[in-house]
């Protein structure tokens, strides 16, 4: 097992707060918005937040691409130019992040850092799956893991 997969077991790196929102409505503002229908596509700029219970996703360009079917469900969300992602439990920031909400698994690539509760990770990349509740944190791995309560 990779070090840094080992570490990162070791301090919870599963995005628990995420899995505690799937389902609740979502909320967006942003600047802009346009909405591609031939491509399923919405696109928010400036300043783009999004909320889902306690989760916030903030990030200059947020996507939301829906389902193929045509029945409003949204397969995944893309953010782009500097991502901060917050729920209850954790803190990540990153160049991009990707949301695969059917398979629920979550990916943040670009100088990837990871704060829960006292212990902070940072990475290249950083790839969740939320219903097996596993995460891995890749390239140039560094863990800070608080030893004192």
Known sequence: MHTGQLLAQGTGLNFSGLQNVRGLPVEITS???????QTGETIFTGNAVLGQG???LAAPEIRI??????????ERLEAYGGVTLVTAEEAAEGETAVYEVAAGTVRMQG?????????ILSGDRLFVDLETE????EGRVRTLIQTNP
Not at 65 to 74: E, F, K, L, S, T
Not at 111 to 119: E, F, R, Y
Not at 134 to 137: A, L
């Open 65 to 74: 691409i829906y389902d193929a079917a045509g029945d409003n469900r949204i």
């Open 54 to 56: 306690d989760m916030r």
């Open 134 to 137: 596993q995460g891995r944190m």
């Open 111 to 119: 100088s990837v850092l990871l704060t829960q509760g006292p212990n």
């Open 31 to 37: 600047d802009n918005l346009q909405v591609n229908n």
